[in-house]
């Protein structure tokens, strides 16, 4: 017997991967995926730098583009250097943990109080693993034999006007943090340069 796939019901069953519109803000969850070998959160680069990053995977976790998601990945040392001697790539990553963290647990980007100081500190990189944050999404252009893809623009903290749109003035929920390192790929990741995102294939959403 014929089957028509013609029916509306079988279209767009491979779903849709165009690249979230930029300027989206929206509640999300960053995760850390874990080196395989070592159960390491840092990755130390194969090419002749010494370059140390993370790679991390953020998920929607509400809202019209719920369940999508991409990779960002952030050099926390090494690199190039500025006048001071400080890694380029190190303070782009730490800015941007700065805001994940303040978005996370409703801290205002100016706040000074002791308990604002205190909740900007982390023991180590991989504790913004499994953080609930409200992010703004960009678009990272076609570059080569890479088509677009998206990336995290910035996470925003509680005084954002957007932030409290989207979370009603209250810090996301947060996700239990796992300690047992995710499964990865085997496949190999591209290596990234400073602070540059990239979105997984389609087969790996």
């Keep these: 017997m014929p089957i028509d796939l013609n029916n509306p019901a079988f279209r767009g069953t491979g779903g849709n991967f165009d690249p979230i519109p930029a300027g989206v803000v929206a509640p999300m969850v960053i995760q850390i995926e874990y080196e395989p070998e070592t159960g390491s959160a840092l990755r130390h680069s194969t090419k002749n730098t010494n370059a140390v990053w993370m790679k991390c995977k953020i998920s929607i976790t509400d809202g019209p583009y719920k369940g999508r998601r991409f990779y960002h990945n952030m050099t926390v040392q090494g690199g190039k250097l500025n006048a001071h001697g400080d890694s380029i790539a190190g303070i782009i990553a730490g800015k941007t943990v700065r805001a994940i963290v303040e978005s996370s647990r409703a801290i205002s980007s100016t706040a000074t109080d ?20 409200v992010g703004k999404v960009a678009i990272e252009p076609e570059k080569g034999q890479y088509p677009a893809r998206n990336k995290l623009d910035r996470a925003l903290p509680a005084d954002h006007k957007d932030y409290m749109q989207v979370s009603n003035g209250q810090p996301q929920a947060p996700v239990a943090p796992v300690t047992v390192p995710e499964p990865v790929s085997p496949a190999p990741s591209p290596e990234p340069n400073a602070n540059v995102s990239s979105e997984a294939p389609p087969w790996a959403r």
């Design 114 to 133: 002791e308990n604002s100081v205190k909740g900007r500190t982390i023991n180590d990189w991989s504790d913004i693993h499994g953080m609930s944050f």
